[in-house]
């Protein structure tokens, strides 16, 4: 319990400010990405008619998606967005996972992970919307469908940032302290393995799930 609430920091200083950087994170978020990269050279290194296990399950996540993409966006605009909602999941779902494996720890356990990815769906949605429609025809839906409605429709937007990132860091960091209260009060017997499972399998595959999905949806309603 002691450790909890311990970060091990890098601070650098930049022009009189200090930078701060969680080591732990960025260690467990390289090991997530060499994981998927080392998971898509094997999926793709003997590719066959006859596929092996490995390229069928990233066939199965390419295909999937794929389809998730073209009923939001449509035939067209999914060839430009699918691969990124196919990304965002594995890496939501792996790092997710990464707690199940003992030392290590979710990268979505820190604010900073799920929050960058919300502001990172949230710019390529608008970005998305403005090359659809053109900026005129973007920034008149913000007038819609009074035009005194606009600050409403704006703290709406900013709104889907908060909620997405803070959705997916309350349920992964409140399965750790779950895990870790129950983990001393029962001197870590049978039941922490089943509940570290529990959330970091079950609930980390449907959270990053809700949130590949919830940054689809944003970027269909600004397409669309």
């Not at 467990?28 to 990269?37: A, E, F, S, Y």
């Not at 998730?68 to 196919?86: F, H, N, Q, S, W």
């Not at 839906?141 to 009074?146: A, L, M």
């Not at 302290?177 to 029962?186: D, E």
């Amino acid at each position: 319990m002691e450790d909890l609430g311990k970060i091990h920091q890098l601070i650098v200083p930049v022009f009189g400010h200090e930078m701060t950087f969680n080591l732990e994170i960025i260690l467990m978020t390289w090991i997530v990405i060499i994981g998927l990269l080392f998971f898509g050279y094997l999926a793709t290194r003997k590719k066959r008619i006859i596929p092996g296990p490995i390229q069928v399950l990233g066939e199965i996540f390419v295909d999937q998606f794929y389809a998730l993409a073209e009923d939001a966006l449509g035939k067209e605009t999914a060839k430009r967005y699918a691969p990124l909602i196919c990304a965002l999941f594995m890496f939501l779902v792996l790092s997710n996972w990464l707690g199940v494996i003992p030392h290590l720890e979710e990268p979505t356990k820190d604010l900073n992970t799920p929050l960058s990815l919300g502001v990172m769906g949230f710019f390529i949605a608008h970005y998305a919307g403005i090359k659809k429609k053109g900026l005129k025809a973007y920034m008149k839906g913000y007038f819609e469908p009074i035009f005194f409605m606009m600050p409403l429709n704006l703290i709406g937007e900013l709104a889907k940032v908060v909620s997405i990132s803070f959705r997916l860091f309350g349920n992964i960091m409140g399965g750790s302290i779950i895990i870790m209260v129950v983990s001393y009060l029962v001197y870590n017997l049978l039941l922490p393995p089943f509940l570290n499972a529990f959330f970091g399998l079950f609930v980390g595959t449907i959270q990053a799930f809700v949130f590949t999905m919830l940054t689809l949806v944003y970027i269909s309603v600004q397409v669309n």
